[in-house]
């Protein structure tokens, strides 16, 4: 199996709510290294660059204001099937539909303040991970 990197997020929303911790604990618990990491208060035009694939959607104003509304926690996690494995932990992007135990089902309070992100493919991990850590090697050694 690939031993995988990929960007996680812990959003404004799940940082107010101190639970840094506790999601960390399930990426170690499913087996993910935590590889990098910062503590950031993205501006504007940090946000609106890093989701510039939503620009069109009608969510994409509300997305940014609430990414910049606090400090957000930022890692690289590597593991097996990291990407995958780490969308499973996240579970679905509304939390009314999110699978019980998942970390949206557990931390997060509506489809905007979602608790997590994480790259959803080897190509977007890529892009993440180095608009995040520039000249981190997304490829785990
Ligand atoms: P993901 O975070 O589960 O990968 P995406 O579809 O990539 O979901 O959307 C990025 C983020 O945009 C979501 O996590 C959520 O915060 C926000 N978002 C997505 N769809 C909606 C929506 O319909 N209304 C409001 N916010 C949304």
């Given at each position: 199996m690939a031993i995988e990197r990929t960007l996680s997020i812990i959003k404004p929303d799940a940082v107010a709510k101190n639970v840094i911790g506790k999601i960390y604990q399930r990426f170690e618990d499913a087996?993910?290294?935590?590889?990098a990491s910062k503590m950031v208060h993205l501006s504007e035009r940090e946000a609106g660059q890093f989701y510039a694939v939503h620009k069109?959607?009608?969510?994409f104003k509300d997305l940014v204001s609430f990414m910049i509304s606090g400090p957000v926690m930022i890692q690289v996690l590597e593991g097996e099937n990291a990407i995958t494995k780490n969308r499973d932990l996240m579970g679905a992007t509304d939390p009314k539909k999110a699978a019980a135990g998942t970390i949206r089902a557990d931390f997060a309070d509506s489809i905007d303040a979602n608790a997590v992100h994480g790259s959803d493919a080897p190509e977007t991990a890529a892009v993440e991970v180095s608009f995040f850590f520039p000249g981190m090697n997304v490829y785990a050694r």
């Open positions: 087996g993910l290294k935590i590889v069109e959607r009608p969510f």
